[in-house]
Every structure is written in C-alpha cells, then in structure tokens.
C-alpha cells in the first residue's frame, strides 16, 4: 500500500474519498495523527497523514517521527510520497517550482532518529548513499509528466531543525555545502523510512528564496509564502492525483 504524508498546506488530497480513519499507537508513542484511508476515482486504497497534526499543532521539532513511519509500516505500507515546503537557495529554484530531491543533508540535532536503540538489538548501519528510493522518485518523475508539471529532477535538500527560519549566513554556508533547498522536516524521516526498508521520496515545493536570497534580502514574508502554497499547491495535488489513481486530481475531482 502506499502513503502519502503532507506537509504545510497539505492536510487532505483533492479527489480522496475518505474510507476510514484508524489511530494507531505504537511502541514510539502517537503518530501526529489518526491515519486516514481512501480511494482517488477507482484507484487502490492509500493512506494519507499530515504530518503536523490535523489543525497544523505540531512543529517539525515536535514531531514524532518514529511514530509516524512505525504506524504507517505497521498498518501494511510500503511506498510513501512524502510532501513538504522548502525555501530555495539555488537562484533557479525559485516560488512555485516543484523538485524531486535527490540528496540530503541532515542539520537536525536533538531529534529521536532511529529505530534501532541497541540494547539487545544487533547494530545495525542502514546505507543512505542514495536516501531516496529509485522507483518512488521515477513514479513521481512520470506523474508529473503525464500531468503536464513541470518539476526539477534532482536537488539537495538540507534539513535545519527549526522551528525557526535560518539566518542569511547559515543559508549561505548550506549553500557552500551544496544544499539546493532547505527544509525542516525530511530527516529524521527520511532515514527512518529506510530503517524499515520503505521506498520513499519527497515532492517539494519551493514557497519562499531561502534567508538572504533574492525576494528574502531582508526578509522571509510569511503572506509571501502563503500565497505561493494557495496557487502552487494544486499542482502537487494533481502529481499525487495521477500517482495513487492514473488521473491528474484535477480532472478527476
Ligand atoms: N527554511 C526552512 N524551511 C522552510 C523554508 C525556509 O526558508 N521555506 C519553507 N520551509
């Protein structure tokens, strides 16, 4: 089964028909909240989460991660789509575009990330040298297209523990660094899906130039980002439409 998990501006899919809702507790705690099930059109039932909770209560720092993909595995699914709002810090990822990340690097501290606490579990060391699955991001890739999207293939998201925005000089050394993007919440989750040996990728959509960048010289404007998720966000909903059911959402809502 697949899942999806939205972000910021993300808390239903266009076209879901809701099935049912399941809480689900695991040996982590809750996830941010019940899970939801339904069909797009005649698609197969998926999943859907949001992330922050359903009224958006919990911040990225907040979230309990290891809840989230431990209920979602437990519960039978094995590929996630995982959406999220990133600032752009390379000049071509402007507001409103699209990208397929595929690299991260990972700048949270003081988050629970992993699944394998020791104890009398064997150590184990998951490789992350390509910490997106392949065919989730191909699927992805060949969704967009069919709907006409354009997205950026490739692109390295790097991960800051927030809840608070980055100062220009932390996005100008991220971007010595080689992040194209900068989000707060695809690590741990990231690692964790592949902890579990789930196929996972991320669609992102860029709200905001990151600190210091372009429109953001002085500052982040919050109704800036806002606006961009209101007109961009029915573009992602039209990507996820064709991956869970064949059509666009568009033209299946
Ligand atoms: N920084 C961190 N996270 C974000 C940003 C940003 O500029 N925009 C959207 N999510």
Not at 7 to 28: D, F, I, K, N, S
Not at 228 to 251: A, F, P, Q, T, Y
Request: glycine share 12%.
């Amino acid at each position: 089964m697949q899942a999806i998990i939205g972000g910021t501006g993300l808390y239903h899919l266009t076209g879901l028909v809701m099935t049912r809702r399941q809480a689900v507790r695991t040996p982590y705690g809750e996830p941010s909240g019940a899970l939801t099930y339904g069909r797009i059109g005649d698609g197969p039932e998926i999943v859907f989460l949001a992330r922050h909770g359903y009224g958006h209560t919990l911040a990225p720092h907040r979230i309990n991660y290891r809840a989230n993909l431990w209920a979602l595995h437990e519960v039978g699914v094995r590929r996630i789509v995982s959406v999220a709002t990133v600032g752009g810090i390379t000049p071509t990822l402007s507001a409103g575009t699209i990208v397929v990340p595929d690299q991260i690097i990972d700048y949270t501290t003081d988050r629970p990330r992993t699944f394998f606490e020791g104890g009398d579990q064997p150590v184990a060391h998951v490789d992350m040298t390509q910490p997106y699955g392949a065919a989730m991001r191909q699927d992805l890739l060949a969704s967009a297209q069919a709907c006409n999207v354009a997205v950026v293939d490739g692109g390295v998201y790097g991960c800051t523990q927030g809840p608070r925005l980055e100062t220009a000089a932390e996005i100008r050394r991220m971007g010595r660094d080689g992040c194209d993007m900068v989000g707060m919440t695809g690590m741990p989750e990231a690692s964790l899906a592949r902890e579990l040996e789930l196929d996972y990728a991320a669609l992102c959509l860029v709200t905001n130039d990151a600190a210091g960048k372009g429109a953001s010289v002085d500052e982040i404007s919050m109704e800036g980002m806002r606006a961009v998720v209101d007109n961009s966000m029915k573009d992602v909903h039209r990507i996820l439409g064709e991956l869970v059911s064949g059509r666009c959402s568009s033209d299946a809502a």
